[in-house]
Structures are given as C-alpha cells and as structure tokens.
C-alpha cells in the first residue's frame, strides 16, 4: 500500500510491503529495481521470525518520482530513515543491494542509533563500477540516452539493461522479466539521476566509523559492481564478515539463493535467543 513519509523537504508517498512479526529488518533495493527483488528474502525472513520491510525508493517502482535534481545517496538515505521513523521502527536491521547498499552503509555511518546489524549485497563503496555501468553514468552518455527516453523510454531502458544487466544467463526468466518490468517502470530521470549519483559517491574515506555488526556480501563474478567493492568495504569496516559466493554475479540472492538465505539469515539472527520478538 502506499504510505506518506517526510523527507528531505517534500512529502512523497512511499510503496512498501511488509511481511511476518519479529524483530524488524528493512531492505532497500538497488539502481532500477524495485521492492519486489526482495519477495523471496521477505519469505525467508518472515519464517525465521522477523518482521520485513520493502519499500520502493523515489523514482522506481510504485513510489512518488520526484523531480530531476532530488537524486543523491544523501536523499535517498534521509528517506529511508524518515520512512522508519514514520512507521515507528525505532531500531532495524537493514540490508541493501548495490546502491541499496551504499545507502544502508551511509545509514550506518549518519544514523547508527537506528541500525542494530548492516548487510550490504554487492555494494558500491568508492564510486567505482565497472566500465559500461560507468560508461552509462556519464554525462555525454546520459545525456544522450535522457533525450532518447523522451521519445521512448522502452528503447532507453533496453540500451540501460544491456550495458548494467549482463548475468541474465545464470537467472530464471521470471527474474529477467522482473528487471525488466522494474527497470521500465522507472522515471528516466530517476534512472540517470541515481546512476550518475552512485557513480561520484565515495564512502571508502568513513567506513571505519561505522560501529554496527556488518556482513558483506557480493558475487564472486560480479560483472557491474567489482568483487573488490566489497572487499574494501570489509576492510575497513572494524569487525566486518565478508562472504564472497562463487557461482553468483550481482544479484546473488537470484544465482545462488539457497547460500544466500542461509548466510543472511545466521548472520540477522545470530542472537536472536537474547533479542526479544516484538
């Protein structure tokens, strides 16, 4: 259902699911996706007794898709707290993928009264990506692929998934559709907006401020965001558990969900025999 939530200067409604009871874990999605990557993690978390929130970031999904010039990893992770914050989530777990991540990470960093454990899914810490991604943020190309989404979007979008989305071979065709779907469904501004944002932020230098307990995930033949992303953000993150899985690209919960749901889940419940469920 949509909901109304304060952010930085404007009131925008939010889309969000939300799924079982427990101790609450909220899930930020990545660049031109949507709350719906999260379905089969909500399902395991919510039968191992957590409470899970998925929300669609301004300018993807179903949510309100703010004017050009609104999309910086600052504002979507002034959102997200002001999301929790409307719906009384006082402290949660949070997990993001990708700029989801870099987003749960700068959450760790500027609001660490709010994160009782961080995991980041393959996460851009440094700004870097890999070439064609970064190819697609730059200006001369966004410019070039902002004027072609004026016409068509559709035609747009095919020419993003082709540059950001090359390990469709290892997913299912649902998931493909999905991305698609997501992708589509996008603001064009918000898409270029977001990617560009991404692409100049770095967190590398503040990492190890963050004082929460911290996983790391990423797919070892990740082909958008380096594997070495995620190795930097464990390196200086004091305490850090790095979990590097073979056979999975960017999207690990799609390539390799079983080893995915298990380490996320040991690692959210790991005290779980000294937490109480609300």
Request: aromatic share 8%; net charge positive; charged share 15%.
């Amino acid at each position: 259902m949509a909901d109304p939530a304060a952010n930085t200067g404007q009131t925008l409604n939010i889309y969000y699911q939300v799924q079982g009871a427990g101790r609450d874990v909220v899930l930020i999605h990545g660049w031109a996706s949507s709350w719906r990557l999260w379905q089969g993690t909500m399902d395991v978390l919510a039968k191992a007794g957590c409470r899970a929130w998925a929300l669609d970031l301004p300018g993807f999904g179903a949510s309100d898709k703010p004017a050009d010039g609104w999309y910086s990893i600052k504002n979507f992770a002034a959102l997200v707290s002001a999301f929790c914050q409307a719906l009384g989530l006082e402290r949660a777990s949070i997990v993001g993928h990708s700029m989801g991540g870099t987003i749960a990470l700068l959450l760790g960093l500027e609001q660490p009264h709010m994160v009782e454990r961080l995991v980041a899914v393959s996460p851009v810490v440094s700004g870097r990506l890999n070439f064609p991604v970064r190819m697609f943020a730059s200006r001369w190309l966004g410019r070039w692929l902002y004027g072609l989404s004026a016409r068509s979007w559709p035609l747009a979008a095919a020419g993003a998934q082709l540059l950001y989305n090359r390990s469709w071979s290892l997913r299912p065709r649902a998931h493909h559709r999905r991305a698609w779907e997501d992708l589509s469904r996008a603001a064009p501004h918000a898409a270029l907006g977001s990617l560009r944002a991404l692409a100049h932020f770095d967190l590398s230098p503040r990492l190890q401020a963050i004082t929460a307990p911290t996983l790391i995930l990423a797919g070892a033949g990740d082909l958008n965001v380096p594997p070495s992303q995620a190795r930097l953000a464990a390196a200086r993150i004091p305490g850090a558990r790095l979990v590097i899985l073979p056979g999975a690209r960017h999207l690990p919960m799609n390539d390799q969900p079983e080893r995915f749901y298990r380490e996320l889940r040991q690692f959210l419940m790991a005290d779980m025999e000294t937490v109480p469920a609300r």
